[in-house]
């Protein structure tokens, strides 16, 4: 049958001796008076479609570090923690406690940074302190 342009199915002839005869159809009758059963050619089923793929999570995105402007000759009043012996340090500890609001460096102490309650910045320094505040 499938050589046979013409032939869209085969059937099962109970009273031929159970012989197979090919049909030119195309139509398919749900009944037979005499107990015939027919077959077609099925088209392939279309293959189901893959799953889209679960979208990746966004990252989350990196906190960004805080920009830090520089006061020359100023100062920040109260001390708020500990000095270190960088900026970057002292940085680091002031943006993790909630009574700094700036880093003074003091030239008259080894150059220590220092956390500082602040906020308001003085900018008239008598020692030539350098402060930091987040802009």
Excluded: M
Aim: with cysteine.
């Amino acid at each position: 049958c499938l050589k046979n342009s013409r032939c869209n199915g085969i059937t099962q002839e109970p009273y031929n001796s159970n012989r197979y005869t090919q049909r030119v159809g195309p139509e398919i009758h749900d009944w037979s008076p005499t107990g015939e059963t027919s077959w077609t050619v099925c088209e392939e089923p279309e293959p189901e479609p893959e799953p889209e793929p679960e979208p990746e999570p966004e990252p989350e995105p990196e906190p960004v570090a805080p920009n830090w402007c520089r006061h020359e000759n100023s100062f920040l009043y109260s001390y708020a923690g500990p000095s270190f012996n960088s900026l970057d340090e002292a940085q680091e500890a002031c943006l993790k406690n909630s009574r700094c609001n700036g880093i003074t460096q003091e030239p008259y102490n080894s150059n220590r940074y220092t956390q500082r309650v602040g906020p308001e910045i003085h900018d008239w320094s008598p020692t030539g302190e350098t402060s930091w505040t987040v802009c």
